[in-house]
C-alpha cells in the first residue's frame, strides 16, 4: 500500500570515455532530476485464485488480477499530490461478483467484480505534526473494527473526505469529514452497491501513558441512500496495557432494520503470550442487536469466512442475526523454514444472549516474502453452522501474489 521512498535529488552523474577502464568521473550539477524529484510512481499488483463454496449455492472460482498505478506529485514545502487508477479483471469467472456487476453465474459470491474506477486522488500538506488532506483518500482507524478500507478485496473502499491531523511522540488527534464511501463493488453496481452518501464524521484521539496506549473516538455516520443502514453515533475507548487490549463502545442510532430508535453497545477484550513458540491471543468480541459498523474492515475480526458480513456492517439481519458473542484463539509464528510466517485461528459465535450457538470456525494463513517487492499467500477458512442453526457452511481458499513498489 506505501510508496517507495523518493530518489534523492542531484546524484552524481559519471562520465566515461569509450575504450578505458577509468574510473567515472563525478559531475557537479544543481540542476535536479524532474522525475526523481518531483514524481514518484507506484504500483500495487496482485493476482488471486479463489475458491468459495457457500452451502447450499454451488461452488465457485475466480482467478482475479487487480492493479493499482498511482503517482505521487511532491514534496513542494510540505505539499504534496497523489492519483491512482484501481482495475480488476477476472480471469477465470465462474463466480458471482454481487451488486449486480459482473461476472454474474448465480453460484457464491466472491465480492471481487470486473472493475475500473479512480481509487484515490488526493493533495495533502505536512508539516510539524500537522497533516491536512482533501480528496479520494484511503482511511483506516485503529485496527480497522469501525473505519477501514477493506483491503482483502480487491476493489478497497476509499472516502471522498476531507481531513486534518495533529500528532507527536506523545499524542494524536484527527478529524474527518466525508460525504461517499466508495465500496468494494466498483463503479458498475447499483445505488449502496456502488457507493453510500450521506454525512459521516470521524474523531479519534489517543496518548501514551507509562503504562500504555489510551484512545478515544466518535463516529457518527448517518447513510441516506440504505435505510436499513440508516444512521448510527458511535462513542469508544480503548487501551493497550501491555499484553492487553480492552475497547468499549456505545451506539445510538436509527434504521429500517432495528425498526426505528435503538441503543445497543460493544466490549472486545484479548490477551497476547509472546512464547519462544509463537505468539498465542485469547479474546472475546461482543455486541448487541443492532450494533453495526458499516465501514468495518470486516474480513479479520470475526472469521475469514466472512461469515457474518452483512450483518455486521447493518444490511441485514439474516438467519435470525441477534448480536454476536466471538471467543476466539489465535496463533502465529513467524521463522518457519523458508521464511514462512504462520496464522491460524478458531472461533466460537453465538448470539449476545449466548442462547443460540451460530457455528465455529478454523482459519489458517501462510505468508511467504519472496523480495522487498514480491509476497506470496495462501488463505483457508472452514465456517461450520451449528446443528439446528440457520447458518449454512462455508469453504473458503485463496492463493494469491502481491507485487508492490
Do not use: C
Not at 566515461?16 to 577502464?21: A, M, N, Q, S
Not at 453497545?265 to 497476547?272: A, E, I, N, P
Not at 443460540?356 to 483457508?380: C, I, P, R, W
Amino acid at each position: 500500500m506505501g510508496l517507495i521512498s523518493q530518489a534523492q535529488a542531484g546524484d552524481a552523474v559519471g562520465t566515461y570515455t569509450p575504450g578505458t577502464e577509468a574510473t567515472p568521473v563525478p559531475v557537479e550539477t544543481n540542476e535536479p532530476d524532474a522525475f526523481s524529484s518531483w514524481l514518484t510512481p507506484s504500483l500495487d499488483m496482485r493476482l488471486r485464485y479463489e475458491y468459495r463454496k457457500t452451502d447450499p449455492v454451488d461452488s465457485a472460482n475466480a482467478v482475479t488480477f487487480r492493479v493499482r498505478p498511482g503517482i505521487l506529485l511532491g514534496d513542494f514545502n510540505g505539499f504534496s499530490a497523489f492519483g491512482e487508477i484501481e482495475a480488476t479483471q477476472p480471469l477465470w469467472d465462474d463466480y458471482t461478483g454481487g451488486a449486480g456487476t459482473s461476472p454474474n453465474e448465480g453460484n457464491t459470491q466472491i465480492a471481487d467484480p470486473e472493475n475500473v474506477e479512480l481509487n484515490r486522488a488526493w493533495v495533502q500538506y505536512k508539516g510539524n505534526g500537522f497533516m491536512a488532506k482533501v480528496g479520494r483518500q484511503r482511511i483506516i482507524r485503529n485496527d480497522a473494527y469501525h473505519i477501514g478500507n477493506v483491503g482483502w478485496r480487491q476493489n478497497e473502499q476509499t472516502f471522498d473526505a476531507a481531513q486534518i491531523a495533529y500528532s507527536n511522540d506523545d499524542f494524536s488527534i484527527s478529524y474527518v469529514y466525508s460525504n461517499r464511501a466508495q465500496r468494494i463493488f466498483g463503479d458498475d453496481a447499483g445505488g449502496y452497491g456502488k457507493e453510500a452518501e450521506g454525512d459521516f464524521h470521524f474523531i479519534d484521539g489517543s496518548f501514551k501513558t507509562p503504562i500504555g496506549k489510551v484512545g478515544a473516538y466518535a463516529y457518527l455516520i448517518d447513510v441516506e441512500n440504505n435505510t436499513s443502514v440508516g444512521e448510527s453515533n458511535t462513542f469508544g475507548g480503548f487501551t493497550n496495557l501491555g499484553p492487553v487490549f480492552i475497547e468499549a463502545a456505545f451506539q445510538d442510532g436509527s434504521s429500517t432494520l432495528a425498526g426505528g430508535d435503538y441503543d445497543a453497545f460493544l466490549v472486545r477484550g484479548k490477551y497476547t503470550l509472546k512464547t519462544d513458540v509463537g505468539a498465542f491471543t485469547a479474546g472475546i468480541d461482543y455486541f448487541t442487536d443492532n450494533y453495526k459498523t458499516p465501514f468495518q474492515t470486516a474480513h479479520a475480526p470475526h472469521g475469514f469466512a466472512d461469515r457474518f458480513l452483512g450483518q455486521q456492517i447493518g444490511l441485514n439481519k439474516a438467519n435470525g442475526f441477534d448480536g454476536m458473542f466471538d471467543a476466539h484463539l489465535k496463533y502465529a509464528k513467524p521463522g518457519l523454514p523458508g521464511g514462512i510466517t504462520f496464522k491460524g485461528a478458531l472461533h466460537y459465535f453465538a448470539d449476545a444472549n449466548l442462547e443460540e450457538t451460530y457455528g465455529y470456525e478454523a482459519d489458517a494463513v501462510l505468508v511467504k516474502k519472496f523480495t522487498d517487492n514480491l509476497t506470496g499467500l495462501l488463505k483457508a477458512a472452514y465456517f461450520i453452522g451449528d446443528e439446528g442453526s440457520a447458518f449454512n457452511d462455508i469453504k473458503q481458499v485463496s492463493v494469491q501474489l502481491d507485487y508492490k513498489f
